[in-house]
Nanobody, 119 residues
Framework: QVQLVESGGGLVQPGGSLRLSCAAS????????MGWYRQAPGEQRDLVAA???????NYADSVKGRFTISRDNAKNMVYLQMNSLKSEDTAVYYC?????????????WGQGTQVTVSS
C-alpha cells in the first residue's frame, strides 16, 4: 500500500507561483512513475505532469514552460513548481504514483489539494 499526501495548495493571484509537494510512504518510492493530475469542477481529471523513475518528464501542453515537476528519491518527495499561474489553472491537484507489475497496474492517489488562481 502506498500513501500519498499533498500540500502547498492555496489562493494565488494570476501571474503568481505556487509549489506543490507530495510525500510518499509505504513503498519503494524510486520505482514509481509519479504524476500530478488536476480536476476542475465538472471536468475530468487530467494529467498535468509526470516524471519516471529515471527522471524523464512530460507535461500537458497547457502548462509547458510554466510548470516543472521534480522528485527527490532520498526524501520520497515529488514537487510541482507552478509559475505564471492563470485562472484556468484553478483545480484540485492530485498526486499519483503508478507502476506496472506482471500483468497488473499498481496506481495510487493522494487526497488532493486545492489551487485557486484569482484576483
Amino acid at each position: 500500500q502506498v500513501q500519498l499526501v499533498e500540500s502547498g495548495g492555496g489562493l494565488v493571484q494570476p501571474g503568481g507561483s505556487l509549489r506543490l509537494s507530495c510525500a510518499a510512504s509505504g513503498t519503494i518510492f524510486s520505482i514509481y512513475t509519479m504524476g500530478w493530475y488536476r480536476q476542475a469542477p465538472g471536468e475530468q481529471r487530467d494529467l498535468v505532469a509526470a516524471i519516471t523513475s529515471g527522471g524523464r518528464t512530460n507535461y500537458a501542453d497547457s502548462v509547458k514552460g510554466r510548470f516543472t515537476i521534480s522528485r527527490d528519491n532520498a526524501k520520497n518527495m515529488v514537487y510541482l513548481q507552478m509559475n505564471s499561474l492563470k485562472s484556468e489553472d484553478t483545480a484540485v491537484y492530485y498526486c499519483n504514483a503508478r507502476r506496472m507489475g506482471v500483468g497488473i497496474k499498481y496506481e495510487y492517489w493522494g487526497q488532493g489539494t486545492q489551487v485557486t488562481v484569482s484576483s
